[in-house]
């Protein structure tokens, strides 16, 4: 049975709003989801009723909190096909990328003892990513190189936005110690060959880092079918609140990391000049944690699993393409990524012929529909693709046909308007 | 003024510009050369300007934008040939505060020339910056001739 989108959206009190005297028509899920009301009402309840810091405390409301924010983290565990103790809590994708990032650096400083030798980056070493990442997965990995000497290489795309996978086999060698990329661009709406990718990466012994901040929202995760060892995701992408992310990593290497912040909780005794830590993933979990948003995201992917995730991906992808055809169909307008008909998720960047992507912006905003404009945190991408912006619309489970026909007929009146 | 047709931001004039971009390519012998960059959307501009005597001779600029940053530019290129320093001061000021004013200040015409269409700006806080850029731009070019 497909979604019933008229009752998903019953549960969304701010797609109720109006914007300029219009409906809204919310084509920015990409960027921040909306929330429904189980999301707002769990964190709610959390507050009103259990609110306590969690592992301290002997409390009743300290054991509750506890107790809630234990679930959740099952919950996200059972989600991604991981278990709890490969979950950890993060203030989102950013932070965890920075997190695998700087454990990497500290074991590089030779912290962390032997079992994090495997981590340890020098000169001669090499980071691989890909030209199309959002500069979270990017910067951490500039970084990371610039503090170990050790070589940051990336995969280039083609003129369409697709992965040179004939470069790839190249560039992922013996040298190479982590490939990170982007499950889904955030530009393109693409979704990069996963597997091909791993078995370039397994075939020399490199560490696997996807970042499925844009697919976690679209499609069904399962990170032991991915055979990947990372894994990140952003909680207010997928209908989650602000300020929560997931790190998930095999348990095996979560436990020979050496930390990333340190300070309360994530010990087992503490001395005036030594500390011994946790295992994963209270070791990276230092000091007071955000129980509600845990909590809030814990219920999203229940509102995501109750949808079922393979028919929020069948409905994602038939948005994906309406979009995609929809755009191609436009006088003037320049599809980014996938053409229509092949496959993409529910995002689609474009350009408009002799309009800026701002004021394509502000044209749609008049008319109540709020795109992204910009670089969308992907300039190497846009630069590659000789542009300086683009104009992304991305959708979700709330997003309509409606939604899509107000979208691209706005679309299409863009040039006149700006006598382009 | 009020935000209730979007012709008030995208005023017919300020289209023109847009398309137009008076002063558009740099001058070969320039007295000071700007560069400016708008953060929060990658918007930029190389300003060059030539003074003598105290007066700015003329204007000339390259760079990418949204239609109101590039009218922007353009329209500076016409208001500012042939004013004296204090006199680009006086446009500054008057063009900031029309800015800045929310829909109060609809810009003195007198002062501003075909600027004053960015009037409407002043009702779209976020694209402040960009009806700013050349501006910005311009006040330090100006600040690295010596007075």
Redesign the interface.
């Known amino acids: 049975m497909p979604l019933d989108i008229d009752r998903i959206r019953a549960q969304f009190p701010v797609l109720r709003r109006r914007v300029n005297d219009h409906p809204l028509v919310y084509l920015d899920s990409a960027a921040t989801s909306q929330k429904p009301r189980a999301v707002l009402d769990a964190e709610r309840a959390f507050l009103e009723h259990h609110n306590a810091a969690v592992h301290r405390g002997a409390h009743a409301l300290a054991a509750e909190a506890t107790e809630l924010f234990e679930v959740s983290r099952e919950r996200l565990a059972r989600f991604l096909g991981a278990t709890a103790e490969e979950i950890v809590w993060t203030a989102g994708a950013t932070a965890a990328l920075n997190l695998l990032a700087y454990s990497f650096s500290n074991a590089s400083s030779g912290r962390g003892g032997a079992q994090a030798e495997r981590f340890r980056l020098r000169p001669g070493d090499e980071l691989v990513v890909t030209e199309l990442e959002h500069h979270a997965n990017l910067i951490p990995w500039q970084e990371l190189a610039g503090r170990t000497g050790a070589t940051l290489r990336h995969i280039g795309v083609d003129d369409a936005g697709r992965l040179r996978m004939d470069e790839a086999a190249g560039i992922i060698g013996e040298r190479t110690r982590v490939l990170a990329f982007a499950h889904v661009s955030n530009v393109l709406g693409a979704i990069n060959p996963v597997a091909e990718l791993v078995a370039l990466a397994r075939r020399v012994g490199a560490l696997v880092v996807l970042d499925a901040c844009q697919s976690a929202p679209h499609l069904p995760l399962d990170v032991k079918a991915l055979d990947v060892d990372f894994a990140v995701l952003s909680g207010h992408k997928m209908l989650g609140p602000l300020g929560i992310g997931v790190l998930y990593g095999r348990r095996e290497l979560l436990d020979a990391m050496p930390p990333f912040l340190t300070g309360g909780s994530m010990i087992t005794s503490v001395t005036m000049e030594h500390a011994e830590y946790l295992p994963s993933p209270a070791r990276f979990e230092a000091g007071t944690q955000p129980v509600s948003q845990a909590i809030g995201l814990a219920a999203a992917v229940d509102f995501l699993d109750d949808l079922g995730m393979d028919r929020v991906h069948e409905r994602d992808a038939e948005l994906g393409q309406a979009l995609a055809t929809g755009l191609a169909a436009i006088p003037g307008i320049r599809l980014l990524g996938p053409a229509p008909g092949e496959p993409r998720v529910g995002l689609a960047g474009f350009i408009v012929d002799g309009v800026h992507s701002h004021d394509v912006g502000q044209f749609l905003d008049e008319l109540g529909i709020a795109v992204r404009v910009g670089h969308h945190c992907a300039e190497p991408l846009h630069r590659r693709l000789g542009l300086a912006a683009s104009t992304r619309a991305s959708t979700s489970v709330y997003t309509t046909d409606a939604d899509l026909a107000a979208f691209l007929d706005g679309v299409g009146r863009v040039r006149a308007f700006f006598r382009a | 003024m009020s935000?209730e047709d979007?012709r008030n931001?995208?005023q017919d004039v300020l289209?023109d510009h847009?398309?137009e971009r008076h002063g558009y390519g740099l001058l070969e012998d320039p007295t000071a050369e700007s560069h400016g960059i708008n953060r929060?959307?990658?918007?930029e501009i190389t300003l060059h300007i030539r003074a003598g005597d105290g007066v700015v001779e003329s204007i000339g600029w390259t760079g990418?934008?949204?239609?109101?940053s590039q009218a922007s530019a353009s329209m500076l290129s016409d208001i500012v040939a042939g004013l004296t320093r204090d006199e680009c001061t006086r446009c500054l000021d008057g063009f900031r505060s029309m800015l800045q004013s929310r829909g109060t200040d609809d810009g003195d015409e007198e002062l501003l020339g075909d600027a004053v269409a960015l009037s409407g700006v002043s009702l779209?806080p976020p694209?402040i910056n960009?009806a700013m850029l050349a501006w910005t731009a311009l006040e330090d070019g100006l600040s690295r001739i010596d007075a």
Do not use: E
């Open positions: 935000r979007l931001l995208y289209v847009s398309h929060s959307c990658g918007d990418q934008g949204c239609a109101i779209y694209r960009c």
